[in-house]
């Protein structure tokens, strides 16, 4: 019985007008998504080897001096990701810069130049903007008139009239949706895979393949919840209208009021300090540091590696790092949770679930950032003793470590591949699965708390 | 007759689901929505007060003229309250420097506690109107003659004497009659949002901002109406009208934009940044490289025996603050100031010609994403709601544009009062006031109390003669000028679909 009427659903479907214009439209997005992504992605590939060709030649005018390979802030900018064309996660407008050297990780910030500041805020077609906000969308419109659409066309009440259980029927309507929006999605995915192919731009490796199968799973998971709750919004009510308005109400709030008010609930549910109040009490603590600093702390003599107030100098301008990195730590701290919890409130959004869930696959986004956040550290720790190894074996080093300065501590020159550079650690396919793991609970608490209620108001349906 | 049919809508309608439904959305929605930019504005006029009062003491705080660089903040825009445009990616200060040409503001508001915040998009009130209006206008026509057909009722029409036109007429003016309250009452409660919020004042331009904004969003409704009428003429069953209407709708107001941003960014390409500072840098070292050949030269003429400071503060760039000290160290920077102004002035503009392309690609990307975004309606309602709302990437470009003219009226005023070339450029303290090295070396009392002389102790600058930055207030006129092209073509759009499903109705078959 449940195929018998899974495919005559299915046969209803893909003869009608929605699948057809919904089609022709997936094809186009994709296809266009596609084919930017390629030429687009060729033009940050280039940007970014040039920019790291500059950072390399600014590296090799500071290994004449190996305290200022030390000092010398250098920045980690995150690279173009090859399965951005799968998700961007928003890279583009998370911090994507972080600053260090080998006595400090400073801080980290947004580059305001990874995006037009002239164009308005956008999202790219990727695959999952594609899916969250056009599948979910057709999803919907597929499953707003399932049963209500129906018993206006008084075929439920026929349909009933046969030994139909009403849970192989409810079942039966919703596999039939996400199989044709699934069908869809493949489709595009295959063209897209395509254009990626003949382009030569992203390597179609089975790492990229297997990405793209945990996308496709976590895609239909995602289908699944808005059909769930297209079939909630057509057993609730008796007119396909008024379902076609539930639903529409449901996507408005899941794809634009949830996540675009996200920083009005962050300032208002967890808030932080401001910034000014941060920075008066870092200055004050600094201002301490320097009134109780011995006189001399800030003399200093080029030609005089030995000049005894260097050793002054060098322990008050650590003091003042020390100091910079208890508050600023301190705030990132608070930073990061104020983002995560506003980040656990947009859950309430079946998109921002599917986001984090892609976001956490394909390790990219937030997690990358934190991931190489952490990385870094773990990394400056190292740097910092490499250098201190370095400094150690010169005679001519009196090892009074300034975290800003070259005053007094090794100027010997350093061979550029000697240096410790950091490389960025994609995330492993465990840890990723890891990740995904709380948005994979709550999506699914989701479909079936949708599809409980679905299955109780369905059961008290008046068929006639 | 039209009249009667056109009652005879809106009271079917006022008793509608979805009447009630769209009312309860825009009651519940609109009024967040406000909420949420009024929160947001008034976090910007903190910030600017703060910003300000930070530059005013800089500036009135400077000792040497080589500090006087004014920071310019932006004051925010009230219309960005209606729609933010491109403010939120731009930042809301800029430091005047003769080093550089001004490009960007830095300071970007959202980011300023948490830049992590910036990955979370906002939306504002003309988005929303874009949205709601559209689904609303397009969820009450697209069955304005499908129903009437499917129900038999426009056989039943036809058969007196009324006209297809009328007929028309009166769906349209009966649609217009439900949806310009729901419009009207979104306007008036944000208004009222505004006027009992002490935190805000709108001048009379800005109110005939918003009475502007209200007569775009007429416009804009009347597009997706006549869109709903005309597919609703093209097709026979209610169903298909509204699957192609909603699919209409998410092209427009959610897959257009985006596909228009993400096209023009991959068709026309800019650089990075980083890489334009890359270049910068390249002058940067190779001015670095002649002051280190001119040093010589100018310590020659001084006859400076070694460069010795007391008290030295700077920024390794423009800033030069120095007190006490030997005499010859305040003439050696005399010299090098004299050498270095007109070298450093040249210098920015061969760095300008970079930032200058640097500009124009990202330019040529924003005329490419407002050119394929006429495509869409909404695209163009929001073109012509940031050009009403000052919040265009045009108006801030003209703020740019300003700012670096002030920058040249600032350097023409260095020049007139032989800044440059003055001692005050970089100390506080007069030359007379130095000792000299024969002083010193004599060990005389005074000579050394002179040479341990601190910059706190010399007064502050008279900068009450300084040129200031005057933001040029953008008119109503100028800002109607500037919306009037995406008006025209939207009230185009909405004559040619009117057309359309004349054109379409007259041969439609009622039966």
């Not at chain 1, 009196?398 to 007094?408: G, K, T």
Request: with cysteine.
């Amino acid at each position: 019985m449940f195929t018998t009427l899974y495919i005559r659903e299915l046969q209803n479907y893909l003869y009608s007008l929605r699948f057809q214009v919904s089609f022709v439209i997936v094809v186009l997005v994709f296809s266009l998504g596609s084919v930017s992504f390629v030429s687009s992605f060729k033009g940050m590939h280039d940007n970014y080897a040039k920019y790291n060709q500059a950072q390399q030649e600014s590296l090799a005018k500071r290994a004449e001096n190996v305290s200022k390979v030390a000092t010398q802030p250098s920045s980690f900018v995150t690279s173009p990701r090859e399965n951005s064309v799968i998700a961007d996660c928003k890279e583009s407008y998370l911090p994507n810069r972080i600053e260090y050297s080998a006595y400090n990780v400073f801080g980290y910030s947004v580059r305001h130049d990874s995006n037009n500041p002239l164009l308005s805020r956008g999202d790219s077609l990727s695959w999952s903007f594609i899916v969250s906000m056009f599948l979910s969308f057709i999803t919907l419109l597929f499953a707003f008139d399932a049963i209500s659409g129906e018993k206006e066309e008084r075929t439920l009440a026929l349909v009933f009239s046969n030994a139909v259980p009403r849970r192989t029927f409810l079942c039966s309507k919703l596999l039939s949706i996400v199989t044709i929006v699934g069908m869809m999605e493949l489709v595009g995915i295959i063209i897209s895979l395509l254009i990626l192919a003949v382009s030569g731009q992203v390597q179609l490796n089975g790492s990229f393949l297997m990405e793209t199968g945990g996308f496709v799973l976590i895609s239909l998971l995602f289908i699944t919840t808005f059909a769930v709750f297209g079939l909630l919004s057509s057993v609730v009510t008796r007119y396909s209208n008024i379902s076609l308005l539930i639903s529409l109400c449901f996507w408005l709030f899941a794809a634009v009021i949830i996540p675009n008010t996200s920083v009005f609930w962050a300032k208002k549910l967890f808030g932080i300090p401001a910034s000014e109040e941060v920075d008066r009490k870092r200055r004050e603590a600094s201002d301490d540091i320097n009134r109780n600093a011995p006189p001399g702390s800030w003399s200093s003599n080029g030609g005089d590696a030995f000049f005894p107030r260097h050793e002054l100098r060098a322990k008050n301008q650590t003091n003042l790092m020390n100091n910079d990195k208890k508050f600023n730590d301190a705030y990132y701290l608070q930073q990061f949770r104020q983002f995560e919890q506003t980040r656990n409130f947009t859950l309430l959004s079946p998109i921002a679930q599917f986001d984090y869930m892609n976001e956490a696959f394909l390790g990219g986004g937030y997690l990358r950032f934190q991931k190489n956040w952490n990385d870094l550290h773990a990394f400056q720790e190292r740097f910092l003793q490499w250098f201190k190894d370095i400094d150690a074996n010169d005679s001519g080093s009196p090892h009074w470590y300034n975290p800003y300065e070259d005053y007094s501590t090794s100027k010997k020159s350093v061979a550029v591949d000697q240096i410790p550079q950091y490389q960025e650690q994609i995330a492993s396919f465990g840890q990723r699965i890891e990740f995904i793991s709380g948005y994979l609970i709550a999506m699914i608490i989701t479909i079936a708390v949708l599809f409980m209620a679905c299955f109780y108001f369905f059961t008290r349906y008046d068929v006639r | 007759m039209i009249w009667l049919i056109a009652k005879k809508d809106f009271l079917l309608n006022l008793l509608s689901v979805r009447f009630i439904i769209g009312f309860v959305l825009c009651l519940l929605v609109i009024p967040f929505t406000i909420i949420v930019s009024v929160d947001n504005y008034e976090n910007q006029v903190r910030v600017y007060k703060i910003e300000q009062a930070q530059a005013d003491r800089e500036l009135k705080e400077s000792r040497v003229w080589s500090a006087v660089r004014p920071t310019i903040v932006q004051e925010p825009e009230p219309l960005s309250i209606f729609s933010t445009g491109i403010m939120t990616n731009v930042g809301n200060k800029v430091k005047i420097a003769f080093w550089e040409y001004p490009l960007f503001p830095s300071g970007h508001t959202i980011t300023r506690d948490n830049p992590s915040l910036n990955a979370f998009f906002s939306i504002d009130f003309s988005k929303v109107i874009a949205i709601l209006i559209s689904l609303l206008a397009l969820v009450f026509s697209y069955d304005a003659i499908t129903r009437e057909r499917e129900d038999g009722t426009m056989k039943l029409t036809f058969t007196g004497q009324v006209s297809r036109i009328s007929f028309l007429m009166g769906k349209l003016l009966g649609l217009l009659l439900i949806l310009l309250p729901i419009l009207l009452f979104c306007y008036l409660l944000a208004c009222l949002i505004i006027v009992v919020n002490p935190g805000i004042s709108f001048s009379a331009s800005d109110w005939g901002g918003v009475a502007l904004l209200f007569l775009t969003s007429v416009i804009y409704m009347m597009v997706f109406l006549l869109l709903g009428m005309f597919i609703s003429s093209r097709v026979t069953h209610s169903s298909s009208s509204i699957i192609i209407s909603l699919l209409c709708w998410i092209w427009f107001l959610f897959l257009m934009p985006n596909i228009a941003t993400y096209l023009s960014q991959s068709i026309s390409k800019a650089p990075l940044y980083d890489n334009v500072q890359a270049a910068m840098n390249n002058y940067d070292d190779t001015y670095y490289k002649e002051y280190g050949e001119e040093w010589p030269r100018a310590a020659q003429r001084v006859n400076m025996r070694g460069l010795s400071y007391n008290n030295c503060n700077g920024d390794g760039v423009e800033y030069l603050e120095l007190a006490g000290g030997p005499r010859e160290t305040p003439l050696f920077h005399q010299q090098m100031q004299i050498w270095s102004t007109p070298v450093m002035l040249n210098n920015a503009d061969k760095k300008w010609a970079l930032q200058r392309d640097y500009l124009d690609g990202l330019m040529r990307q924003q005329h490419l994403q407002q050119v394929i975004a006429w495509l869409s309606p909404s695209e163009l309602f929001g073109q012509a709601t940031d050009a009403l709302c000052h919040t265009n990437a045009n108006c801030f470009l003209k703020y740019m544009e300003s700012l670096r003219n002030y920058r040249e009226s600032l350097i023409t005023y260095f020049k007139d009062h032989k800044l440059f070339e003055s001692i005050s450029y970089f100390t506080g303290q007069k030359l007379e006031d130095f000792p000299t090295r024969a002083e010193l070396d004599a060990g005389d009392q005074d000579a050394h109390r002179r040479y341990e002389r601190g910059n706190s102790e010399f007064p502050y600058l008279d900068t009450s003669g300084v040129p200031r930055y005057v933001p040029q207030p953008v008119a109503l006129s100028a800002a109607l000028g500037d919306a009037l092209g995406r008006l025209c073509a939207l009230l185009g759009l909405a004559i040619v679909l009117l057309v359309g499903t004349i054109v379409s109705f007259m041969k439609y078959d009622v039966r």
